[in-house]
């Protein structure tokens, strides 16, 4: 539960990709509304109340704040491309949210093959598990693989077809045979980090950035200082792109 970081955490607001500064509302209000798909959390889940941003907190610190949340770490698993890309996308997602999946095998590819492989994108994933144990669990065997250099095989395996929510998909034994399949080669080191103590700091530290944000639903993005909701079509994520692009060359 997001409880610590809760009790202490600003409340940011989210810049609206059509209004430009002076359509920045809270966050809540932008990542509860999206179109183009978005799977609600589950209902013993947290809710985000709607807040007024801080009086003494600009736009300007706010899309610092924003920005800020890349990572940007060399070597790390659950990111592809340059860590000094101009853009940066994260994505907010649980394996067992179909919309997430369609994402998966519909946008991100193209996104990879137009912006990632020319430098201009990276994409940092942020486990958001929100619809109970087998989320979880899906969540930590990824982190588990990329310990060993697998994570985007195993995402692509796991999201490889829409599979039925807590029907026993991510079973302990369907998790293996997912790492199998996606080249993890030592296996006991996977079900060994999947259960570790550092498999659940690193799933909640991802789970608390995004309730700290007011993240309800999945996927949620953010490209850059801008939010992307629900599985929107390619164009959408194109445009969001290009104008970040644009923003930080300036």
């Not at 996927?219 to 792109?241: E, K, M, R, S």
Request: net charge positive.
């Amino acid at each position: 539960m997001p409880s610590p970081l809760r009790t202490r955490r600003r409340r940011l607001t989210w810049i609206a990709a059509s209004g430009g500064v002076a359509a920045v509302v809270a966050a809540v209000v932008a990542l509860g509304g999206g179109g183009g798909g978005g799977d609600s959390a589950s209902p013993d889940r947290p809710a985000a109340t709607a807040s007024a941003p801080a009086a003494e907190t600009t736009p300007d610190e706010q899309q610092k704040s924003l920005l800020a949340l890349a990572r940007r770490k060399d070597g790390d698993p659950l990111a592809l491309g340059r860590a000094d890309a101009p853009v940066v996308l994260i994505a907010y997602e649980d394996f067992q949210c179909p919309f997430c999946g369609k994402f998966a095998r519909e946008t991100k590819p193209e996104l990879v093959r137009k912006y990632v492989d020319k430098g201009v994108l990276r994409i940092e994933w942020r486990n958001f598990p929100v619809f109970g144990a087998e989320s979880e669990q899906a969540a930590r065997a990824a982190w588990a693989a990329g310990r060993q250099g697998r994570f985007w095989q195993f995402h692509d395996v796991a999201y490889a077809k829409e599979r039925a929510r807590n029907q026993g998909e991510f079973s302990s034994s369907r998790l293996r045979d997912m790492a199998r399949k996606a080249g993890v080669a030592d296996l006991g080191r996977f079900e060994a980090d999947r259960k570790s103590k550092a498999a659940d700091t690193a799933v909640r530290k991802d789970q608390e950035e995004g309730y700290a944000l007011g993240v309800s639903s999945t996927p949620a993005f953010l490209v850059n200082a801008t939010p992307v909701l629900g599985a929107q079509p390619l164009g959408t994520f194109g445009a969001a792109i290009e104008k970040a692009a644009k923003e930080a060359r300036r």
